[in-house]
């Protein structure tokens, strides 16, 4: 297996993945791998972007997003990761996990944030890294009309 940084022409393969993990329990959200390209390439396009993937013949797995100023310092807002649901809880996440953290503190990143569900396995995934849930910020969202 190889770890490498997502490039662009790897928005594809991420894309085709995301659209069958996201597709599936417990997610069961709508994905078409056309709608994960437009959504994974528009964080590739956004400045600030940092992403990493796992490879073996194919993409098993990616994390990315975009890191930002604030205050402190940067910090990089995970917006998606996944692994291939047919070899989730073999470590390949926590291995992808765990160089993505080491590029960003290597490019001087001081925090990490992400948003998930709290009931589904990913929320445990994450804590297991050390991510706290914040009982200080909340989540807020509306759908609008359209």
Known sequence: MKIRSIEKQD????????????SSAPWNEPWTEEDA???????????????ILIEKDRILGF?????????FGNMFYLREMCTDTKLQSQGIG????????SELTSSSVKSI???T?????????????????????????????S
């Open 37 to 51: 390209f437009t959504r994974l390439n528009h964080f590739y396009e956004s400045e600030g972007f940092l992403g």
């Open 94 to 101: 926590s291995k992808v996990y765990s160089a993505l953290e």
């Open 113 to 115: 944030y992400l948003t």
């Open 63 to 71: 994390a990315l997003g975009n890191w930002e100023p604030f205050y």
């Open 117 to 145: 569900e709290r009931e589904i396995p990913a929320a445990s995934f994450y804590k297991k890294h050390g991510f706290n849930y914040s009982e200080k910020m909340g989540f807020y969202a509306k759908h609008l009309n």
């Open 11 to 22: 928005i594809k393969g991420c894309a085709k993945l995301f659209a069958q993990v996201f």
